[in-house]
């Protein structure tokens, strides 16, 4: 909905509003923090030795105030208290310790054998929480299995839910079973009665034997998981019988795992039986909702057990240190798919050459290794086109007239090596969303990159300026706003989405416990998936007010449904442009790399059918106006070219070409498999595994060939 007439338009010249400083305000909460606590014992150290009772009381009363606060609001606190050797488990012993010299100081001299069963008390119940933190050790190793898997049926390996929190955490165990013999010893000294620091040590003792006989149960041999061994020979046998023929191989943080996860539908339709290896533990619930079998395999020993499987090809959406360690399996073939495409150096890294194969998308890629120079060779590059785009919907005309004009502005990160031209938020972010928010004809969806502000501190302050820019812009419009309905709608449509994604553990859940809890899915859960995302977008969509600005950041919707509904893409030289073109809509490319317009088309040929924005943003409301008035669009034929280079022809799809890649891969490493197989029966040396490590090669597992076109 347009503003009214009169309504107040924000003008470019208006200075950036500075947020406070954060990292300050974070320093001086932690300081305070650590003042408190530093307090608290100096004070409670003053009142044991004075003795003082009431300033005894109020600084034991005070410190475990700070702890509670400490962990409720301050975590970052709890480690760099650990680092520093003052974890809670030294802070718990200290307050216990003070108490207790208070009562010896309080106490007259013959007292003192009453209060000496007391201390002993206490010192059983230390002894008895590093037992259990011993046993809770144990517990945990026999529980760490070294193949962790996803939608694979793991109940033969006699897995458990985990142990409850507290015995695993030594500082909340210590921090709950230590309360009630600390607040004992609390009211001795209060009311010098030794009874009642004798039934809070009881207490304490009493729930830590039972924690300590939990964790005992667990190592019972009928009671303990699988072993190390038995775990492997599983993971075989499950390999032999699903026979694997296409993999994803995928190692990385847990910020990147959108690399991976863009190719989990384009894997999912392939022929044959598709797996998804992983290195990192963490990344096993990363991965977003699949039903294809997914499998992390930390060890490289454990790793080269792919060696002798059926598996022919591994994809690798992006490189890592670790995939030099699977490259070195003999018997399959890689290639490099990349995590998109864009004009930047890391769409043709050096590293792409120890890959069996490139796969791009289109014609453009490949003038880009060749022109690189990088040591990857011509004929070792495919084109594939982006098979993930058959979501991207075509340009189907102009806004209406009397629509919002919905503008997407979708900024990559600022990378690794400080180049000011990779990410426009820190130079142009701000004012391109002031000239799009003066327009009021303008819905604007911001959707800024995941590593925003990950390395750059600038860049993140940018964009939480950028963030409140639209808020206050919303602040200020008003309109119609959907009805209850919508958001009901909304509601179970996003119910129904958890229930068909959500992996159903608990929070407390450990490895082996979310193996248990999610083995092999339902038939045909993964078409509900589909169903049941795409009519969450639709109710998305429409619970939101049309004349409304979005911030998106969230994992849904994706990018793609914001491409869906956008009018016009800006942003940043990176895949989103190369991705975008496949909508035909228009785009424009912000220049914040200091190079004169014509150069920065010349540098990168994604932008030949873009328009070029200032930093300034001056240029952006002649962009509008080509956008809704189509006529003075002079780009069009430019962008239909330019797609044609980047991501190939529309026919054959890239759906069929990407499953033509892979048969041809898989095609090439069954033969080479069946070459080194005859050079062994033959007795001819074979460079790699020792001859008595070999076995016999596994029947091919990969269907017919069908005619296809790269």
Same mark, same amino acid.
């Given at each position: ?13 208006l ?33 044991? %030795?004075? !003795?003082?009772? =009431?300033? #005894? @009381?109020?600084?034991?009363a005070?410190? &475990? +105030? $700070?702890? /509670?606060?400490l ?7 709890v480690?760099?208290f ?21 009562l ?16 002993a ?8 929480h ?28 006699? %897995?458990? !839910?985990?142990? =409850?929190? #507290? @015995? ?5 165990r &210590? +921090? $709950?079973? /230590? ?8 009211a ?45 020979d ?37 022929e044959?039986? =598709? ?50 360690q ?21 769409s043709?890294?050096?590293?792409a ?24 060779e011509d004929?070792?590059v ?15 005309g ?10 997407l ?14 990410t426009s ?6 004012n ?17 990159h ?42 179970r ?8 994604t ?25 078409e ?14 429409a ?39 496949a ?22 040929p994604t ?7 200032a ?8 962009l ?46 069954g ?26 090669p ?13």
């Amino acid at each position: 909905m347009r503003d009214e007439p009169g309504a107040t338009v924000v003008p470019l010249s208006l200075p950036r509003r500075r947020l406070p400083r954060l990292p300050g305000r974070r320093t001086t909460v932690k300081l305070l923090v650590l003042g408190v606590l530093a307090a608290a014992f100096a004070a409670q150290a003053l009142g044991a %030795l004075l !003795p003082h009772v =009431p300033l #005894l @009381l109020a600084a034991s009363a005070a410190s &475990l +105030a $700070a702890e /509670g606060a400490l962990y409720r609001w301050q975590r970052g606190m709890v480690s760099l208290f650990a680092k520093s050797h003052a974890d809670v488990t030294v802070r718990h012993v200290l307050r216990d310790l003070l108490l207790v010299v208070g009562l010896l100081r309080l106490g007259e001299q013959h007292r003192e054998g009453e209060y000496a069963p007391l201390v002993a008390g206490l010192l059983v119940f230390y002894a008895l929480h590093w037992a259990i933190q011993a046993v809770s050790v144990l517990v945990r190793r026999s529980r760490t299995l070294p193949v962790v898997t996803r939608n694979i049926d793991a109940s033969a390996l006699r %897995l458990t !839910p985990a142990p =409850p929190v #507290l @015995l695993r955490r030594p500082g909340h165990r &210590l +921090a $709950a079973f /230590g309360l009630p013999a600390t607040a004992g010893l609390l009211a001795t000294a209060a009311t010098d009665a030794p009874a009642y620091g004798a039934a809070g040590l009881a207490l304490s003792l009493v729930v830590a034997l039972t924690g300590l006989g939990a964790l005992l149960l667990r190592l019972l041999p009928g009671r303990r998981p699988a072993g190390e061994q038995e775990v492997l020979d599983w993971f075989d046998a499950w390999l032999a019988r699903y026979r694997p023929t296409v993999g994803l191989y995928f190692s990385g943080g847990a910020s990147s795992a959108y690399q991976a996860n863009m190719w989990l539908e384009p894997l999912a339709r392939l022929e044959g039986r =598709p797996v998804i290896v992983l290195r990192e533990r963490h990344m096993v619930q990363r991965i977003a909702a699949t039903d294809i079998p997914v499998v992390c395999l930390p060890k490289v020993s454990t790793l080269m057990r792919l060696e002798h499987s059926s598996l022919r090809v591994l994809l690798h959406p992006s490189n890592s240190g670790k995939t030099s360690q699977v490259l070195r399996i003999p018997t399959i073939k890689h290639a490099f798919v990349n995590h998109g495409e864009s004009d930047k150096l890391s769409s043709c890294n050096p590293y792409a050459k120890a890959y069996d194969e490139v796969w791009v998308a289109g014609p453009a890629a490949r003038e880009r290794y060749a022109l690189a120079d990088v040591g990857v060779e011509d004929k070792d590059v495919v084109e594939i086109g982006r098979p993930q785009l058959d979501a991207v919907r075509r340009h189907a005309g102009p806004p209406a007239p009397g629509a919002a004009t919905t503008v997407l502005y979708a900024p990559t990160w600022e990378g690794w090596d400080g180049n000011p031209g990779n990410t426009s938020v820190v130079e142009a972010g701000e004012n391109l969303v002031r000239a799009l928010l003066a327009d009021p004809g303008v819905r604007l969806l911001y959707k800024p990159h995941p590593l925003t502000g990950s390395v750059d501190p600038r860049a993140r302050a940018a964009d939480l300026r950028i963030r409140e820019l639209v808020r206050a812009a919303n602040r200020g419009r008003g309109g119609p706003r959907p009805d209850a309905a919508a958001a009901a709608r909304l509601a179970r449509r996003t119910a129904e989405l958890d229930r068909l994604t959500a992996a159903g553990f608990r929070a407390a859940a450990d490895q082996a416990e979310r193996m248990l809890r999610q083995p092999a899915p339902e038939p045909g859960r993964a078409e509900a998936v589909r169903r049941a995302t795409a009519a969450w977008e639709e109710a998305y969509w429409a619970s939101l007010p049309e004349w409304e600005h979005q911030v998106v950041t969230d994992a849904r919707p994706p990018l793609y449904a914001c491409f869906n509904r956008a009018d016009l893409l800006i942003s940043d030289v990176s895949s989103v442009i190369s991705d975008f073109l496949a909508s035909g809509k228009p785009y424009a490319v912000a220049n914040t790399s200091t190079l004169a317009e014509d150069v920065f088309r010349k540098s990168f040929p994604t932008v030949a059918a873009a328009t070029v924005l200032a930093p300034d943003a001056s240029g952006v409301p002649a962009l509008l106006e080509a956008v809704r008035h189509p006529e003075r669009d002079e780009l069009a034929e430019e962008r239909a070219a330019l797609a044609l280079r980047l991501l190939g022809p529309a026919e054959p799809s890239s759906r069929e070409r990407f499953a033509g890649a892979v048969r041809d891969l898989c095609e090439t490493a069954g033969r080479h498999r069946a070459r080194r197989a005859e050079r062994l029966a033959a007795d001819v040396p074979v460079p790699g595994p020792r001859r008595e490590e070999a076995r016999p090669p596994v029947p091919s597992a990969v269907p017919e060939p069908h005619h296809h076109h790269r």
